[in-house]
């Protein structure tokens, strides 16, 4: 089955549904893109952004990746992000990982996953910073999900110490950085109470100096 004809299939099928809600839909939607927000999230197929928040194609601009990671090296992330921030004019960026992350989990394993371990190495030093914490709980499930907690919120501040971030505000851009996570389990977003805004409450909530 070369070809998927089943997912064919379901893509006109979508598209009639959506046809018949709106007949314009497709046209607006070509026309133009301007969504609100860019979410920075995992590539775990069972977080799609646009479902678990209810919004449409173009309502929404996406960059995705094992455990939802801000690297200062990773072109491909800034790119996005800089795309979304100096072309699109987001005026949030969501950063929402989600509870037993599978890359989470395994940089808290010591074994060898491989290629991925290279990158892993980014989670794994969330957790060195925050070891005296997460190494005192004792039940496995819950480890993991603080750590994918404190990633959330470490992903939150590489993303507003990125220059692209940094310039937009400097310049007086509108622009938020939220820190989120998924619960697979029942469906439901947590708001970690990481929304950064500007310089002076990044200062403050990461107590830089």
Request: charged share 25%.
């Amino acid at each position: 089955m070369r070809i998927l004809k089943h997912l064919f299939e379901k893509n006109k099928k979508w598209a009639e549904k959506m046809k018949k809600s709106d007949p314009d839909f497709f046209l607006n939607l070509s026309q133009q893109q301007k969504p609100e927000y860019l979410w920075i999230g995992c590539s775990d197929s069972r977080v799609p952004a646009n479902q678990i928040v209810d919004l449409l194609p173009g309502e929404i601009f996406v960059h995705r990746n094992i455990a939802n990671v801000v690297v200062h090296t990773d072109l491909n992330c800034l790119s996005v992000i800089q795309f979304a921030v100096e072309v699109l004019k987001v005026k949030h960026i969501i950063v929402c990982g989600h509870y037993g992350c599978g890359g989470v989990k395994a940089a808290l394993e010591n074994k060898d996953h491989g290629l991925i371990d290279n990158w892993l190495r980014n989670v794994k030093d969330v957790y060195r910073y925050h070891q005296n914490k997460i190494d005192s709980i004792q039940d496995e499930k819950e480890k993991i999900n603080k750590l994918c907690e404190l990633n959330v919120i470490e992903q939150v501040s590489n993303v507003c110490n990125t220059t692209i971030v940094q310039s937009a505000w400097k310049n007086g851009q509108e622009l938020d950085v939220h820190g989120w996570i998924y619960n697979i389990e029942d469906g439901i977003l947590k708001d970690l109470n990481v929304c950064i805004t500007n310089n002076e409450e990044m200062t403050k909530i990461f107590n830089l100096k």
